[in-house]
Antibody, heavy 118, light 110 residues
Framework: QVQLVQSGAEVKKPGASVKVSCKASGYTFTNYYMHWVRQAPGQGLEWMGI????????TYAQRFQGRITVTRDTSTRKVYMELSSLSSEDTAVYYCASGIARSRFDYWGQGTLVTVSS | QSALTQPPSVSGSPGQSVTISCTGTSSDVGSYNRVSWYQQSPGTAPKLMIYEVSNRPSGVPDRFSGSKSGNTASLTISGLQAEDEADYYC??????????FGGGTKLTVL
């Protein structure tokens, strides 16, 4: 069955960077787009960006441009999301989600809590 | 980049039908049949319920249906059940090749 397994919770100081990983299994890795979505405590979902694992091409939400980098390693079937210049407003659960089409999220990871605190 | 607009909350009694709206613009909902709906229960990851406006993934009950008119998409849940109580989010593809979510709607089953 399809599984997206994310790395564990992180605690970071303001100004630092965080890198979250997402390992995919149960499907052809390069056939599904991979998105990153975050959810601040008690808030809604926010789309951050997408990678085409086949081509490695990315598209990011405007508000994260310059601060987010999404990469993939096809040999390990992992996708990474790195977010820099963290502030307390980046405290959230970060999800990876894969979709057969770039416009939807068929499968979700379990989420990774990133806490930014001094 | 504004989020899509959803009502903060809706409610209904078991067996009734409820509809959740999702209003966007001509740059997203109005221009693309790429609207999806997700169900999220507390402490869990979202689950895809509807894709491309009105298609249900395998395993999603046919009580869930989707539609679109102009810049507004809708999710209708008929024969409401207690297990349907959750937060619901819409999302849409945008002309900038990005995606956007709605603010979410809390469904309460009375």
């Amino acid at each position: 069955q399809v599984q997206l397994v994310q790395s564990g919770a992180e605690v970071k100081k303001p100004g630092a960077s965080v890198k979250v990983s997402c390992k995919a299994s149960g499907y052809t890795f390069t056939n599904y787009y991979m998105h990153w979505v975050r959810q601040a405590p008690g808030q809604g979902l926010e789309w951050m960006g997408i990678i085409n694992p086949s081509a490695g091409s990315t598209t990011y939400a405007q508000r994260f441009q310059g601060r987010i980098t999404v990469t993939r390693d096809t040999s390990t079937r992992k996708v990474y999301m790195e977010l820099s210049s963290l502030s307390s407003e980046d405290t959230a659960v970060y999800y990876c989600a894969s979709g057969i089409a770039r416009s939807r999220f068929d499968y979700w990871g379990q989420g990774t809590l990133v806490t930014v605190s001094s | 980049q504004s989020a899509l607009t959803q009502p903060p909350s809706v409610s209904g009694s078991p067996g009734q039908s409820v509809t959740i709206s999702c209003t966007g613009t001509s740059s997203d909902v109005g221009s693309y049949n790429r609207v999806s709906w997700y169900q999220q229960s507390p402490g869990t990851a979202p689950k895809l319920m509807i894709y491309e406006v009105s298609n249900r993934p395998s395993g999603v009950p046919d009580r869930f249906s989707g539609s679109k008119s102009g810049n507004t998409a809708s999710l209708t849940i008929s024969g409401l059940q207690a297990e349907d109580e959750a937060d619901y989010y819409c999302s849409s593809y945008r002309s900038s090749s990005t995606l956007v979510f709605g603010g979410g709607t809390k469904l309460t089953v009375l």
